[in-house]
């Protein structure tokens, strides 16, 4: 894979929406970073050394949800 820079201005963009440590739906990451495909960018996130958990949740309703949550930010950033 080929990450792209971190000052890319998308990426800027899904680290400011992870950057409270919290964790985030891949909904509520799409809404606040306008980053459409949030799996992806992490990836490349983690290339640039970002430690970035991913869960998977299932609802009442058998729903499948993905959540992320960044424990420590890249490096150089």
């Known amino acids: 894979m080929h990450a792209g820079a971190l000052s890319s201005p ?5 680290l400011k929406a992870l ?7 891949t909904l509520d990451v799409v809404r606040r970073s306008g980053v ?3 799996g992806t ?14 869960s998977l949740r299932i609802d009442a309703k058998g ?3 993905w959540f992320y949550r960044m424990k420590k930010e890249p490096e150089g950033r």
């Open 10 to 14: 998308r990426l800027q963009r899904l």
């Open 19 to 25: 950057a409270d440590g919290q964790e985030h739906s």
């Open 36 to 38: 459409l495909a949030p």
């Open 41 to 54: 960018c992490v990836s490349e996130l983690r290339a640039h050394g970002a430690e970035i958990d991913c």
């Open 63 to 65: 729903r499948r949800r």
